[in-house]
T-cell receptor, first 114, second 115 residues
Framework: AQSVTQLDSQVPVFEEAPVELRCNYSSSVSVYLFWYVQYPNQGLQLLLKYLSGSTLVKGINGFEAEFNKSQTSFHLRKPSVHISDTAEYFCAVSHPVNDYKLSFGAGTTVTVRA | NAGVTQTPKFQVLKTGQSMTLQCAQDMNHNSMYWYRQDPGMGLRLIYYSASEGTTDKGEVPNGYNVSRLNKREFSLRLESAAPSQTSVYFC??????????????FGPGTRLTVL
């Protein structure tokens, strides 16, 4: 079974500053990795995903994430945040052993201040 | 193209009442899912349907039933609501088998309060 740990529950950040959201997973097999974003009072939408290949993955809205197999991590970064990036961010994993069902982390709330 | 739609958006129930949450998708996806979202716990899978005519339990199925009415629609039923079922419920769908690593698309959610 896979599990996902998001190391920070709340991340306050000033506008135009960089942000990093940390995600670690535990699995005995290779997994597929995802970051989803949930804006206030909305459903989730995909930011980016890692399936294979290059370990640096670029997503929408200037976000990117790096897959580190040795550290079992998939941290999300953005070099300069905007007020509109205020949202909750979820890391998730899936694997064919688990019929590709997503297992989500608890989420990280990012609050961007002017 | 509306994507994934859910009804109702909000609902308040009394303990013991029943209700059905509706979900429909217009993306011709084979797989559909029901999740609940609780503070500090992320999303947890209640039930899923890999294809029309099949349903399977997820992580937290107790107290719920589902029906895959057709390829487009997947409903979630609470037969006798309990306060522990107060949550935000999300429906999602994903692309056909063969592309099993694909994105799940989420509806806007239903906020349910059980008094």
């Amino acid at each position: 079974a896979q599990s996902v740990t998001q190391l920070d529950s709340q991340v306050p950040v000033f506008e135009e500053a960089p942000v990093e959201l940390r995600c670690n997973y535990s699995s005995s097999v290779s997994v597929y990795l995802f970051w989803y974003v949930q804006y206030p009072n909305q459903g989730l939408q995909l930011l980016l995903k890692y399936l294979s290949g290059s370990t640096l993955v670029k997503g929408i809205n200037g976000f990117e994430a790096e897959f580190n197999k040795s550290q079992t991590s998939f941290h999300l970064r953005k070099p300069s945040v905007h007020i509109s990036d205020t949202a909750e961010y979820f890391c998730a994993v899936s694997h064919p052993v688990n019929d590709y069902k997503l297992s989500f982390g608890a989420g990280t709330t990012v609050t961007v201040r002017a | 193209n509306a994507g994934v739609t859910q009804t109702p958006k909000f609902q308040v129930l009394k303990t013991g009442q029943s209700m059905t949450l509706q979900c429909a998708q217009d993306m011709n996806h084979n797989s559909m899912y029901w999740y609940r979202q609780d503070p500090g716990m992320g999303l947890r899978l209640i039930y899923y349907s890999a294809s029309e005519g099949t349903t399977d339990k997820g992580e937290v199925p107790n107290g719920y039933n589902v029906s895959r009415l057709n390829k487009r629609e997947f409903s979630l039923r609470l037969e006798s609501a309990a306060p522990s079922q107060t949550s935000v419920y999300f429906c999602a769908s994903s692309e056909p088998p063969g592309l099993r690593t694909d994105t799940q698309y989420f509806g806007p959610g239903t906020r349910l309060t059980v008094l």
